[in-house]
């Protein structure tokens, strides 16, 4: 981690901001009481504990991008799901179709009758022509890996330094930078088996690791974000995506692209503005407007090739999928999400909002001579206490400021205004207005004041 004034600035101050917390959110302290007694750590998912504040923001309703806590405070919301809220929380299209559905029934364990126009959508706004559905993006990340394993008949896995994936126990390991070893993540809890021996790592933006990495010949599949989003906003090198590619094509290894947070990007996310053409497209989170949910699509090689694999399999319990994917009510939240929130109209909205937010934050930080930078994807962007665009993991790990980001969590909290916990992103949706965007800059500037 980088020594810096500023993560000493930070440091001192978080205590007055932690108070600040405490005396203007008393029912949220009160119900995170009240919650250790039934959750482990006091939340339905441990996670939701991982923000800076001294207790949970517990959450009374969300509508638009305007979050309102137990407290009764309105925050303007450029978390929202950390991208499960993407098109703003509970689109008017949305509750409607969810509400309509719900009285017509809820699971079944067989197609909607939507279905076949819901494939169609998805052909239309993603651009490949075959589907299937699942409940979350890890769950989609887990089966088209099996897929890709029985369809290759090969067993390794290849991902990227710093990807995420969900809770993909594949995916959940590390880099050595040292020996460029594929590494048992410490941290993952209660591994019985060594991921590290089925799956490979290397460093993004790295042509030269990749190749000697798939030139092996038992990769089945590179499983990769189009940029690394979750480990901090690193954007792909200029061609990089080209040579990877054909990389990829020339070792007979497949390219599944997970899209479930660069979505943002544009309509039908970074693969289809850009031509990637991957074998496997995963989609979640966002893609049926926060209901849970997820898709994987694939070309038609592919199926044929999945069918084959499928029927030369003996019967039994083979299938690749759960019991609720699929289900109705997910089908008519994903229909109505489709129509009417994956528009061409939303994207040029988010898009030029989220452009004009990035030149107010830069601007800011040189006028204050800070050695930060934002990166953008799209309606996605980060504030990264770096001097310049990261350009794979290891350049995150070399210029973090851990108590800068937690300080400027909180204090963007204490004065309104949501980022995403994990790390300094904002996203912007279609609900976001200028105002919400003047709010979150006069917060900016009153924190680029108290770090002076």
Known sequence: ???????????????????????????????????????????????????????????RSAQGITLTCADGLAYADFCLGDTGAMFGHSPPELATAIAEQAALGLTCMLPSDRAARVGEQLQNVFGLPVWQMALTASDANRFVL??????????????????????????????????GRTLPRPSVLGNVHNHAEFTRVVPFNDLAALEEALAQGDVACLLAEPALTNFGLVPPAADFWDAARALCHRHGSLFVC?????????????????????????????????????????????????????????????????????????????????????????????????????????????????????????????????????????????????????FTHLFMLNRGVLLTPFHCMLLVSP????????RLLRAFDELLAALA
Not at 146 to 165: N, P, Q
Not at 275 to 295: I, M, R, T
């Open 258 to 406: 997970d899209e479930t947070h660069t979505i943002s990007t544009a309509r039908g996310g970074y693969a289809h503005a850009h031509g990637l053409a991957p074998d496997f497209l995963v989609v979640g989170k966002a893609v049926a407007g926060g209901l849970p949910c997820a898709v994987y699509g694939f070309t038609h090689q592919m199926a044929l090739r999945m069918t084959a694999a499928k029927d030369a399999a003996p019967e039994g319990h083979s299938g690749i999928g759960t019991t609720l994917a699929g289900n109705a009510l997910t089908l008519a939240a994903l229909d109505a999400s489709l129509q009417h929130l994956h528009s061409a109209a939303n994207y040029a909205h988010v898009l030029a909002l989220a452009a004009s937010l990035e030149q107010a934050l830069r601007r800011r930080i040189d006028h204050a001579s800070m050695p930060w930078t934002i990166t953008r994807l799209g309606a996605r962007m980060e504030l990264q206490f770096m001097p310049h665009t990261p350009r794979n993991a290891q350049d995150v790990r070399a210029h973090a400021q851990s108590a800068l980001e937690v």
């Open 146 to 179: 099996r897929w890709a394993r029985a369809i290759t008949a090969r067993s390794r896995v290849l991902v990227f330094d710093g990807c995420y994936h969900g809770a993909v126990d594949d995916t959940l390991v590390d880099l050595d930078p040292a020996t």
């Open 1 to 59: 981690m980088s020594s810096h004034p500023f993560n000493e600035r930070a440091a001192t101050r978080q205590q007055a901001e932690r108070d600040r917390f405490i005396a203007t959110h008393p029912k949220s302290m009160a119900l995170a009481r009240a919650a250790q007694a039934h959750y482990l750590f006091g939340v339905p998912l441990h996670w939701m504990r991982d923000w800076p504040s001294p207790a949970t923001l517990f959450v």
């Open 431 to 438: 609900a976001t207005q200028q105002a919400d965007v003047d």
